[in-house]
Structure formats: structure tokens, C-alpha cells
């Protein structure tokens, strides 16, 4: 059963192997993290924005087809919320950015008033048109229309959604579906409407397997792309982009984000004593002992070689020389000859003055990393300048 459940995981679900964490994350959108569900959110945003701009130019050129094959007065009436129908596209495909507090929720309702636009067409056009059945030609367009909310649900499957996220918003589009048949006084029997009923759900049901696979191809992705294969700390590039927002949202609420430089004290000596492959087994060490250390909101950044951030939110920097010391003493590791590892820190955050972008923050972290240094290695500098030493007390 094990090599059944991995062979699907691995060759079907994804390229990549299914833990049942990671299945559990892929029926609701709980466990997504802060940084995937922004990935995830400007990936259905750019969808719905180009499938608007396509139905855009396409739903008021499909006015050729109603003018061509109902009467005048039925067609001019369909060619007007077609009209209307096209302004709701043109507003979703309307360039815009994405959100910095809630990007995800921003992209959802854009999807959701996406899916409810060809239903709500359905809807209003299904009495005037419930009598244009005098030709097979108007009987078969009528007929295309009523598909209208099967096809939304089918359109569902390009979008990276978890299984409950694509139950809920296919919801109102069966709901509309549902109150278009009872106010043309339609009864919603079994007997009539089994066939449809069942194509809905097959749609459906594709749906939710296309989202959850595209759900757990991305996360691999961007985990891959994210973190750094060798330490498992955040890559410089996307550890940017999530010290970028964390600072914005920081200094929106003005609360205090505190920004840690390490460099490891002596790098170089154990690469030339030891060799790379233990200087790496160090740098691993490091970082998993910073990253166990740390709490859950923080994040840590490998900037590059042997340098690191540890960026701190909510904390001022008198706040962060507790848990630098508490880092040195059981979560540094130790070097190939059996002594600590130490490093040099330099500290600052966003109460001093001056600091108007995250980009000046590392760089005040980064110059007192270096006079930490110049002083004598093993400790942190801070806004006020002064080293404090790192070592335990004997």
C-alpha cells in the first residue's frame, strides 16, 4: 500500500513525492504559508485577469451569433447584457497590484465575480429566451446557454486551488444554476436533470484534482526556488522579496521589525584546515541550529557564503539581545576541531532614524556586523554602537 500511495504521489499527483501533511494542505488552504499563498495569489489574479481579457472580445462578437438567429427584440435585449457582461470583464482585466495586506483574499472574490458572470448571464437571459424555440437553430443556442454553468465549473481546473477552495466557489455558480431553472418554473427532478447533474460533478471533480495537483506543483516549486539546498535558509533573492513585505507591513502598523547580520567568526580557517566539505557541514549546522532557535514568525536568510539574516518582527533591537545570546549559547553548533562556532552580528531596526527602506536596514545591520569584527569577533553591535560579547560566562 506504501508503494502504491508513493507511485501516485510521485508519478501522478506531481513530480515530487505526497507526505499526508503535505495532502492535508493540498484539501484546505490552513497550513499554506504566508510567502506560497502570495505566489498563489498572484498566479490566480494573472489568470483571471487574462481570461477576462479574452471573454473581454469574445462575449460581445458572439452578439453576431444572437443577431443572426432570434428575433430582433430578443436579440437586442441579449446583445445589451452582453454589453454589460463585457464591462464586468473589461473591470477584472483592468491592470491593478496586488495587495500587500491581503493579496489571497483580493485574488479569490476577482475568481469568484469571474465564475459568477457567465451564470448571472444565464440567469437574466433565460426567460427571453425560454420562448425562442421556433427553429432548431435557436433551440441548440439555447441549449449552448444552459451549459453555461458546467463550463464555469470545468474552467475551475486551471486555477491553483486546494479541494475545500474549489468546492466553495463552485457553490454559488450551482446555486445560480439552481434558481435560474425554479424561477422559469422548472422542477429540479432527478429523472430531468440526472445527465446535467452528473456532467456538473464530473466537471467538478476534475476541478478539484487539476487545483490540488497545480496546488502541490507550485509549493514544490517554490520551495525549491525559496530555500537554499545547502543550509535550508531562505535564498537571497526570496529572502528579499519577504523582508520587502515584512517591512512594509511593519511599518504600516508601526510595529518594530529588528534585522540580525551573522557572519560565522574564522570561515575561512576551517576551509583551508578541513576542507569545503566540512566547511559546509558547519554552515548546515548553523543554520539549523539559528533556525531552532528562532521563533516561528522570524525568518533566516543566507545573503551569501557564510553571511546570514536573521530578520525579527515584532521585536525592537533591545529586545533581540536576548535571544542572540541565547542562539550562541545552545543552537551555534561547533566547528570541526570541537569548539563553538561563533559569529559576529550587527543589529538595527526600524525605530531608528533614517531607516525608510529594508534596503537601508540590512545596510546598518551590515556595518555594524563588520565593527563587530574589528572589535574583537563573538558579539553584537547595535544602534549604540558598542559590542556586546557573546561569550558565555565561564
Same mark, same amino acid.
Given at each position: ?15 515530487? !513525492? ?15 504559508? #504566508? ?19 479574452? &471573454? ?11 443577431? +443572426? ?21 473589461? *473591470? ?7 495587495? %500587500? =495586506? ?13 465564475? +459568477? ?75 430531468? $436533470? ?24 507550485? *509549493? ?16 537571497? !533573492? ?21 534585522? *540580525? ?5 574564522? &570561515? ?5 584546515? $578541513? ?17 531552532? /532557535? ?9 545573503? /551569501? ?9 515584532? =521585536? ?5 539581545? #536576548? ?7 545552545? $543552537? ?10 561563533? %559569529? ?22 551590515? !556595518?555594524?556586523?563588520?565593527? *563587530?569584527?574589528?572589535? /574583537?569577533?563573538? /558579539? ?10 557573546? %561569550?558565555?560566562?565561564?
Amino acid at each position: 500500500m506504501a508503494k502504491l500511495w508513493q507511485s501516485i504521489s510521485q508519478h501522478i499527483v506531481a513530480p515530487a !513525492q505526497l507526505s499526508p501533511g503535505q495532502l492535508l494542505g493540498l484539501l484546505t488552504p490552513v497550513e499554506r504559508s #504566508p510567502h506560497l499563498q502570495r505566489h498563489a495569489a498572484s498566479v490566480i489574479l494573472a489568470r483571471v485577469q487574462l481570461i477576462a481579457a479574452l &471573454f473581454a472580445i469574445l462575449v460581445p462578437l458572439f452578439s453576431v451569433v444572437d443577431l +443572426l438567429v432570434f428575433d430582433s427584440d430578443v436579440a437586442w435585449r441579449l446583445v445589451a447584457l452582453r454589453l454589460l457582461s463585457t464591462g464586468l470583464f473589461v *473591470a477584472l482585466a483592468w491592470p491593478r497590484e496586488l495587495s %500587500t =495586506t491581503r493579496p489571497y483574499t483580493q485574488a479569490l472574490l476577482a475568481l469568484l465575480a469571474l465564475l +459568477l458572470i457567465p451564470p448571472l448571464f444565464h440567469m437574466l437571459s433565460a426567460n427571453m429566451l425560454a420562448t425562442a424555440n421556433a427553429t432548431d437553430m435557436q433551440r441548440l443556442v439555447v441549449q449552448l446557454y444552459g451549459y453555461l454553468p458546467t463550463i464555469v465549473l470545468g474552467g475551475l481546473a486551471i486555477f491553483p486551488l486546494t479541494a475545500l477552495e474549489t468546492i466553495a466557489l463552485a457553490l454559488p455558480v450551482i446555486v445560480t444554476g439552481a434558481i435560474t431553472l425554479l424561477l422559469n418554473g422548472q422542477t429540479l427532478s432527478l429523472e430531468q $436533470y440526472g445527465g446535467t447533474i452528473w456532467f456538473m460533478t464530473m466537471m467538478l471533480g476534475v476541478s478539484i484534482f487539476s487545483g490540488m495537483s497545480q496546488c502541490h506543483y507550485m *509549493a514544490t516549486l517554490v520551495l525549491k526556488a525559496m530555500h537554499d539546498q545547502l543550509t535550508g535558509a531562505y535564498t537571497r !533573492q526570496s529572502g528579499e522579496e519577504a523582508l520587502s513585505l515584512l517591512f512594509r507591513l511593519n511599518t504600516m502598523s508601526d510595529r518594530p521589525l529588528s534585522v *540580525a547580520f551573522l557572519d560565522l567568526d574564522h &570561515f575561512k580557517a576551517i576551509n583551508d584546515k $578541513y576542507g569545503h566539505d566540512a566547511g559546509d557541514q558547519c554552515l548546515r549546522h548553523l543554520a539549523e541550529g539559528v533556525r531552532q /532557535g528562532l521563533r516561528r514568525s522570524d525568518l533566516l536568510i543566507r545573503w /551569501g557564503g557564510e553571511e546570514f539574516i536573521a530578520v525579527l518582527p515584532d =521585536t525592537p533591537s533591545s529586545n533581540a539581545l #536576548p535571544l542572540l545570546q541565547r542562539l550562541r549559547e545552545q $543552537y551555534l553548533g561547533l566547528r570541526p576541531d570541537g569548539t563553538p562556532l561563533t %559569529t559576529s552580528i550587527g543589529l538595527a531596526d526600524t525605530l531608528e532614524e533614517g531607516i525608510t527602506d529594508w534596503e537601508t536596514l540590512v545596510q546598518r545591520a551590515d !556595518q555594524r556586523m563588520y565593527a *563587530a569584527k574589528n572589535q /574583537g569577533r563573538d /558579539g553584537v553591535v547595535g544602534p549604540d554602537g558598542q559590542k556586546i560579547s557573546l %561569550t558565555p560566562a565561564a
